[in-house]
T-cell receptor, first 118, second 112 residues
């Protein structure tokens, strides 16, 4: 596997289901991101993790719960979703310079998970 | 609040034409700017990254410029090909937090 991989690629779930999206990066990066892409709206950042610590939560509802066990893996746990949560969920990673500068570099994206909530 | 706008929303050109895609942003205090390509139903492919201290970046037939003072970036595609057909997204990094603000994208169609 190379780059950033995401599973599953497609997911259909009911509003009462619990499911998880998985992202894995094979680039040796230390920052990982979740984005949401809805129809006719700009791509929207959800969460940022840097060295396994969450550094950004863009006012995301609690029915979305991220988990970052290590710098290579990122999960998005889903529960009690709404139909308007149907979207393409994209994961990305980047290399961060350690230390006070904390410079975030070029982001590389996975293929996405197409989520449909019935 | 940073806002990113891309014009036009859609563009159709004949093969071989040189073209320019535009991106504008409201807050000039950016950290970097990244151009992406997205094919239908797929993820994003990074094309070019421009740091705030740079004026342009080039990769093959692609050239991206950055003018922070006017809040603009352009992506120049030389000698367009049908394989260039995709949606092109501009994203601005507004701080050293890794957060990217995306534009709506320009959907390009290159006709053979």
């Amino acid at each position: 596997e190379t780059g950033v991989t995401q599973t599953p690629r497609h997911l259909v779930m009911g509003m009462t289901n619990k499911k998880s999206l998985k992202c894995e990066q094979h680039l040796g990066h230390n920052a990982m991101y979740w984005y949401k892409q809805s129809a006719k709206k700009p791509l929207e950042l959800m969460f940022v993790y840097n060295f396994k610590e969450q550094t950004e939560n863009n006012s995301v509802p609690s029915r979305f719960s991220p988990e970052c066990p290590n710098s290579s893996h990122l999960f998005l746990h889903l529960h009690t979703l709404q139909p308007e949560d149907s979207a393409l969920y994209l994961c990305a990673s980047s290399q961060t310079l350690a230390g006070a500068e904390r410079a975030y570099n070029e982001q590389f994206f996975g293929p996405g998970t197409r989520l449909t909530v019935l | 609040k940073q806002e990113v706008t891309q014009i036009p929303a859609a563009l159709s050109v004949p093969e071989g034409e040189n073209l320019v895609l535009n991106c504008s942003f409201t807050d000039s205090a950016i950290y970097n700017l990244q151009w992406f390509r997205q094919d239908p139903g797929k993820g994003l492919t990074s094309l070019l990254l421009i740091q705030s201290s740079q004026r342009e970046q080039t990769s093959g037939r692609l050239n991206a410029s950055l003018d922070k003072s006017s809040g603009r970036s352009t992506l120049y595609i030389a000698a367009s090909q049908p394989g260039d057909s995709a949606t092109y997204l501009c994203a601005v990094g507004s701080s050293n937090t890794g957060k990217l603000i995306f534009g709506q994208g320009t959907t390009l169609q290159v006709k053979p």
